[in-house]
């Protein structure tokens, strides 16, 4: 879910940890402090995103671990094609979001105002992205009776999974029609279509997580694979 709010660090996260506590069992004006300090703290960062500052539970490092540092001036970090909008934007939004770096686009030429030093780590990261997403969209294209619409939506999912912008609870996924039955003429069997029978936003979601935490690529093209074997009429 994407909020206007700066997303917690694990500095921040600690530290609500422990007003929470007082909250809870504090004495005297401790819990009312406690609740004060937590509204004040919750009003400022966003806690319902995973903290990406850390490596996950497996253990695998964060795409984004590390100290990114701005320049004033903008150096070239990734290129792309003319069609390829939808890569390439997932990789500007990502380095801005999680790296604080802005970037611009000069025909086709992806641009940050970053160091040396950054610019290297920049270029490293735009690759591995771009590279995974080329390399999912196209076995998620290529699955029978899969539409435009739900590529469009499997990419949706992979950038919001891989920045943690999950949705909450009762929030409606992106706009899909999943496939529905048809029935044969003669003997009255009812039968699928060929095509998708899980939400690809879904299906995106997941697999958009791995790639920011650096999971080998052919491990996740082996999971969209299973995920989806089982969906397909």
């Known amino acids: 879910m994407k909020t206007n709010l700066t997303a917690a660090n694990a500095k921040a996260r600690a530290l609500l940890k422990k007003l929470e506590a007082l909250a809870e069992r504090g004495i005297d004006g401790?819990?009312?402090?406690?609740?004060?300090?937590?509204?004040?703290?919750?009003?400022?960062?966003?806690?319902?995103?995973?903290d990406f500052s850390q490596p996950d539970e497996t253990g695998l490092p964060n795409l984004f671990s590390g100290k990114f540092k701005r320049s004033?001036?903008?150096?070239?970090?990734?290129?792309?094609?003319?069609?390829?909008?939808?890569v390439a934007n997932s990789v500007k939004w990502a380095i801005e979001s999680a790296a604080k770096i802005p970037c611009v686009f000069r025909q086709g030429d992806?641009?940050?105002?970053?160091?040396?030093?950054t610019v290297r780590q920049l270029t490293e990261i735009s690759s591995y992205i771009a590279?995974?997403?080329?390399?999912?969209?196209?076995?998620?294209?290529?699955?029978?009776?899969?539409?435009?619409?739900?590529?469009n939506v499997f990419v949706m999912g992979l950038y919001d999974g891989m920045m943690g912008e999950t949705r909450k609870a009762g929030q409606r996924l992106p706009g899909w029609s999943p496939v529905k039955k048809v029935r044969k003429t003669k003997q009255g069997a009812v039968a699928s279509a060929a095509g998708l029978h899980?939400?690809?936003?879904?299906?995106?979601?997941?697999?958009?997580?791995?790639?920011?935490?650096?999971?080998?690529?052919?491990?996740?093209?082996?999971?969209?694979?299973?995920?989806?074997?089982?969906?397909?009429?």
């Open 131 to 151: 590279g995974s997403f080329h390399a999912l969209i196209e076995k998620f294209g290529a699955i029978d009776g899969v539409s435009a619409s739900e590529r």
């Open 72 to 86: 004033g001036k903008a150096r070239h970090i990734y290129s792309f094609r003319a069609d390829d909008f939808e």
């Open 110 to 117: 992806l641009l940050a105002e970053a160091a040396p030093a």
């Open 198 to 233: 899980v939400h690809p936003y879904t299906v995106g979601l997941g697999l958009g997580r791995q790639i920011r935490f650096s999971v080998p690529l052919e491990q996740i093209t082996a999971e969209l694979a299973e995920a989806t074997r089982k969906q397909i009429a």
């Open 30 to 50: 401790e819990r009312l402090a406690a609740q004060h300090k937590i509204a004040r703290l919750k009003a400022r960062l966003d806690f319902n995103q995973p």
